[in-house]
């Protein structure tokens, strides 16, 4: 910068001295070369330049010229990458975060919730098969590794807890609000770090324009959260202390890559690339601590939500080595699996303080006054309910030996079953008869049963069989060289 201001510099002092020159009307001159005193530009004078004519003043306005433009590439080179060091540098750390890289050690256990030691016998790979809510298979096939359709049982269960999540919040004061699936690139830039856009993010690339004959393409990332737009909501305003705080219930479909992930979940519908989910995001004053308040407010929303489902967690404080940048500090609610004898994260809830509104440019107040530093609104988001996990942990807590029973405050959400429904029949004489047949499907408010043994089952019955008829064959090869062997004895020759 120092450089092109010095050389913009020189640039207006030989337009100043052709003017002056002109003025004098001194002849313009024809050489046009340009002598070695004027072709080091960093001890160029204006007695230098008085010395030429003004053709040569021109040509070494124009050597001027190209030093600028190469200084403001690399000026911008070098500011790109600044720009993007700066993104590498995290949030101010909470005095309550566990400074430490290890996650599986230090991590701070502050609360627990219901019975966190019960066992019961089927994992939810095995549960979303019984009650035929799961096509894994044909997922893959259509769709690609981590791919499934969602059918039957699970689709009305994921319904009423989206349903349920949404009318809790709405209770609470949030307002409900369906995000974009994609953003443009130059936005998300501003809520993601560099990371994800490696390891999580799906880029989509299309045309730029609706107008024919434009052939400009535009780059887009599909959100891995609603937190993502919810943060770009507000960019570039001005939000006043009386309009605080905002809450917002995100309900999107998320899209993510998991790379870093193979092998880990790789059944079942835990970790996978897309899936629905109902976010808290707040936008908060920064003063007289009330984000942290709201902070408080928001994991608490979360509990409740989730002991009302009766589902076992413990709250974890996430240790400083595991936290995004933009979290200054993070609560995870973790809820315990009885079938796999595991926690698993089911909610994250991250104060990121002012670190996503200076990159969005969303200050607090109207107006700044003379001398004032310019303030940035707190922002904080909290998951409430991711439905594939939440359903995986809903179906190992409540599992039965007839079924999955249905959490009381989602029976109201659930289909019932004393409607019949009146189809006709697939058989062409019948139909053409108009004999119909009523239908009745079961009734899902209480009770989901089990309509398929269970894989594991299956699997080990298998692995048994096989195991049985390899010791059969392997008898039958001895019993046949024990008579070989017998017959070898009485031979004579």
């Not at 966190?116 to 098969?129: A, G, I, N, P, Q």
């Not at 809790?168 to 369906?178: E, F, K, N, P, Q």
């Not at 003063?287 to 608490?300: G, V």
């Not at 004393?418 to 058989?427: D, S, V």
Request: glycine share 6%; with cysteine; aromatic share 8%.
């Amino acid at each position: 910068r120092f450089r092109a201001d010095n050389l913009n510099k020189l640039k207006n002092l030989c337009s100043k001295t052709i003017g002056d020159k002109m003025k004098k009307k001194e002849p313009v001159g024809t050489d046009e070369s340009v002598p070695e005193s004027a072709q080091n530009l960093e001890e160029l004078t204006a007695e230098v330049l008085g010395a030429l004519q003004v053709s040569q003043i021109k040509q070494v306005r124009l050597l001027i010229d190209e030093a600028i433009r190469e200084c403001d590439a690399e000026r911008l080179r070098l500011e790109a990458e600044r720009f993007q060091s700066l993104r590498e540098i995290g949030n101010l750390l909470h005095p309550s975060v566990p400074i430490s890289n290890d996650e599986d050690a230090d991590n701070k256990v502050e609360r627990m919730w219901g019975d966190c030691t019960c066992r019961k016998k089927y994992s939810h790979v095995d549960l979303v098969v019984m009650v035929d809510g799961f096509e894994g298979d044909k997922g893959v096939v259509v769709a690609g590794n981590r791919g499934y359709f969602l059918k039957g049982p699970l689709v009305f269960l994921e319904q009423a807890l989206i349903q349920y999540a949404l009318r809790s919040l709405r209770a609470r004061g949030y307002t409900a609000i369906y995000t974009p699936f994609f953003m443009r690139k130059e936005v998300m830039q501003e809520v993601a770090q560099l990371s994800q856009f490696d390891e999580e993010l799906y880029k989509v690339i299309g045309k730029g324009s609706e107008r024919c004959g434009d052939s400009s393409v535009e780059e887009k990332y599909l959100i891995a959260t609603s937190e993502q737009p919810m943060a770009a909501l507000h960019r570039e305003e001005a939000l006043r202390a009386e309009q605080l705080p905002l809450r917002y219930a995100g309900l999107s479909t998320c899209f993510r890559q998991e790379v870093g992930a193979h092998g880990r979940d790789t059944r079942g519908i835990f970790r996978v690339h897309q899936f629905e989910k109902i976010e808290q995001f707040v936008y908060s004053s920064p003063h007289d601590n009330k984000s942290w308040e709201l902070f408080e407010e928001m994991i608490s929303t979360a509990e409740e939500f989730y002991q009302s489902l009766e589902i076992p967690y413990r709250i974890v404080n996430i240790v400083s080595g595991s936290l995004n940048h933009a979290a200054s500090k993070k609560l995870d609610l973790e809820a315990w699996f009885p079938g796999s004898g595991a926690f698993r994260e089911l909610v994250s809830c991250s104060n990121c303080t002012d670190y996503q509104a200076r990159r969005l440019r969303i200050r607090y107040g109207q107006t700044k006054r003379m001398m004032d530093k310019v303030e940035f609104v707190h922002m904080l988001n909290a998951t409430m309910c991711a439905t594939t996990r939440t359903i995986c942990a809903i179906l190992e807590n409540h599992q039965t030996p007839e079924g999955i029973l249905v959490p009381e405050k989602l029976r109201d959400f659930m289909p019932p079953g004393n409607t019949p429904c009146c189809l006709p029949t697939p058989h062409p004489p019948l139909r053409a008869e108009g004999v119909t047949r009523a239908l009745c499907p079961p009734d899902l408010q209480e009770l989901i049963p089990f309509v398929k043994p269970p894989p594991i089952e299956q699997e080990l019955s298998k692995k048994q069989k096989k195991q049985q008829e390899g010791g059969g064959k392997k008898k039958a090869e001895v019993g046949r060289d024990q008579v070989l062997e017998d017959q070898m004895k009485n031979l004579v020759v």
